[in-house]
Structure formats: structure tokens, C-alpha cells
T-cell receptor, first 115, second 115 residues
Framework: DADVTQTPRNRITKTGKRIMLECSQTKGHDRMYWYRQDPGLGLRLIYYSFDVKDINKGEISDGYSVSRQAQAKFSLSLESAIPNQTALYFCATSDSPGTGDYGYTFGSGTRLTVV | AQKITQTQPGMFVQEKEAVTLDCTYDTSDPSYGLFWYKQPSSGEMIFLIYQGSYDQQNATEGRYSLNFQKARKSANLVISASQLGDSAMYFC????????????WGAGTKLIIKP
């Protein structure tokens, strides 16, 4: 099994619908992130969480919400999807500072299309 | 101002040649980390190499090495003996500070290896 699993892999939804993207990890990392990638651009941070009770907005949080159900689970919701939210969404994890593990582990991505 | 700049939108390289992908960064924090990721056409984000700002030596991982020139604020990725499977998007990213959470991403370079 992958260290970071995202579901679904692909999703087409209609404008105005609520949609949830799910992420689970087996890395045991405290920190989890949701990023968005648009064509020709790098990733932009939507939300991040340092633990179950610590959730923070990133660069582009408008129109999104998140839930950290457990250390291993971090879901992203689009309350009312709009076409410009069509993008590739990544979940990522990282260990806490001081552990010596600097890596960020990414899921395989969810390709979301809003029509 | 851009924090991470990748000046090469696309590159063509002959198979078996070495290739250098450019990345310059901008930060005033003395502690930072630099990452390179590979994104093949399938979309997943694959970690390649990491360089810490205090690391005395350039990072190497197999065929990947990072040409870290701190005074110039550059962190170029060098791929030796390129292979067809190296064709992908390559992203440079930076984490500022020891405890910071966010990766700041460049726009990427599309590398195509010619047979």
C-alpha cells in the first residue's frame, strides 16, 4: 500500500455540488497538507494541519474546508464546487522539525474537474 | 518577488547526456531547505533530493546531484547519464526556517529526453 493514499483518483462533478477528497497516511507523520496544482504552475497550499487539533489556512483556502479526523486522515471539502476549482489536488505529509526527516511525502493526486 | 524561480520552461536533451535544471531562490532566513521533485505524466510527485542551507556538501542521490551555490542563491539539479524515463516535469521547492510548514514551489521545467 502507498504511504499516502488519496481517494478518488479522478472525479468529475457539477457546479454547486459538495465534494470531499480524502487522504490517509501510514507514515506516522503529524503534519498533513492539501495542495492544489494548476497547469503550468507549481503547487499552492490550501490547508495544513500539525495535529488533530491544529488546522490552519494556507495561501488559497477560500472555497475549501478540511477535517482532520485522526492523525492518519485529512480530508478536503469543496462546499460548492465551481469550475475554477478544476485542478490536480495533492495531499502530503511531513514529520515534525527536529526529527532529521525533511522529506514531504505526496499522494498520487486527485484530478478534479468541475463542469 | 518570486521566491523560487525556474527559468527553463522546457528542455530537450539527448539520451545519456547530463542535464542541469536551474533553480534560484530568494530568502532572508539563514535556515532553509531546498527540494527537487519529479512529476511524470501520470501526475504523482516524486521526491528526488534535499539540500539544507547549513549542509557543507552538495547533496547527491544516485544519478541526481544538487549544485548548491549559496552566495548565488542557486540550487541547480544535475542529472547524469539521462534516460528516457527521466522525461517529466521537475519542480524546485523551498522550505523557509526550521519549523516552517510550507513548501514554496517554482513553476517547473518540462524535461524531454530524446532517444
Amino acid at each position: 500500500d502507498a504511504d499516502v493514499t488519496q481517494t478518488p483518483r479522478n472525479r468529475i462533478t457539477k457546479t454547486g455540488k459538495r465534494i470531499m477528497l480524502e487522504c490517509s497516511q501510514t507514515k506516522g507523520h503529524d503534519r498533513m497538507y492539501w495542495y492544489r496544482q494548476d497547469p503550468g504552475l507549481g503547487l499552492r497550499l490550501i490547508y495544513y494541519s500539525f495535529d488533530v487539533k491544529d488546522i490552519n489556512k494556507g495561501e488559497i483556502s477560500d472555497g475549501y474546508s478540511v477535517s482532520r479526523q485522526a492523525q492518519a486522515k485529512f480530508s478536503l471539502s469543496l462546499e460548492s464546487a465551481i469550475p475554477n476549482q478544476t485542478a490536480l489536488y495533492f495531499c502530503a505529509t511531513s514529520d515534525s522539525p527536529g526529527t532529521g526527516d525533511y522529506g514531504y511525502t505526496f499522494g498520487s493526486g486527485t484530478r478534479l474537474t468541475v463542469v | 518577488a518570486q521566491k523560487i524561480t525556474q527559468t527553463q520552461p522546457g528542455m530537450f536533451v539527448q539520451e545519456k547526456e547530463a542535464v542541469t535544471l536551474d533553480c534560484t531562490y530568494d530568502t532572508s532566513d539563514p535556515s532553509y531547505g531546498l527540494f527537487w521533485y519529479k512529476q511524470p505524466s501520470s501526475g504523482e510527485m516524486i521526491f528526488l533530493i534535499y539540500q539544507g542551507s547549513y549542509d557543507q556538501q552538495n547533496a547527491t542521490e544516485g544519478r541526481y546531484s544538487l549544485n548548491f551555490q549559496k552566495a548565488r542563491k542557486s540550487a541547480n539539479l544535475v542529472i547524469s547519464a539521462s534516460q528516457l524515463g527521466d522525461s517529466a516535469m521537475y519542480f524546485c521547492a523551498m522550505r523557509e526556517g526550521d519549523s516552517n510548514y510550507q513548501l514554496i514551489w517554482g513553476a517547473g521545467t518540462k524535461l524531454i529526453i530524446k532517444p
